[in-house]
């Protein structure tokens, strides 16, 4: 089993690009493929899962940092956590996902992220340059309009071209990790 997953994030300059479009239609194709895929999803507005009344809200509001709640169908675990930056909120979520689970985390948002990503990027929805061009740790850009960013870029319509080169992708981090792990 590995002790950790690979990550790839999926991130835009702006709100609207189309990230969780593009995820949406691209599960199913590395589900296709064999991919096991867990998701880590960046929101800026305050959200719960839970609701007031109910005795896991209650159980949290009296203090509980964390509360895991179980159906015979899903469980969900919710944790109280600090303010701190966008990146280290992800970093600490990542050791969460469980590698007998999933063979790749897919990260939606995080844009600074000191990790792999996958730009989406539609020049008519911001005015701002593709993030490509200035971030080396993005990879792939998805756009239908050429940019100056020295990467791969994938048309929307292109997405079993773009599960094949997650899959490709994929494969290479492995390799990676088994090397590391041989040499030590």
Known sequence: MRSRLPV???CAR?????????????LPLLNQAGIR???????????DVDRPGKDSYRLREAGAVQVL????????????Q??????????AMLPQMDPAMADLVLVEGFRN???PKIEVYRPGVSDLPPQAEEDSSIIACVSDTPTAAA???FRPDQLPELAAF??????????????ATTAS
Do not use: N, Y
């Not at 709640?69 to 109280?80: A, D, G, I, Y």
């Not at 997650?166 to 090397?179: F, N, P, V």
């Open 8 to 10: 790839l994030g999926v």
């Open 14 to 26: 702006a709100s609207g690009m189309g990230k969780t479009t593009l995820l949406a239609s691209l």
């Open 37 to 47: 895929v867990a998701l880590i999803k960046q929101t800026h507005a305050q959200f």
């Open 69 to 80: 709640l179980s159906s015979p169908q899903r469980w969900v675990l919710m944790t109280e």
């Open 82 to 91: 600090a303010c701190g930056s966008d990146d280290d909120r992800l970093m």
């Open 113 to 115: 992220a000191p990790i």
């Open 151 to 153: 990467v791969r870029r």
């Open 166 to 179: 997650i899959g490709d992708w994929l494969l290479m981090q492995r390799q990676q990790e088994d090397c």
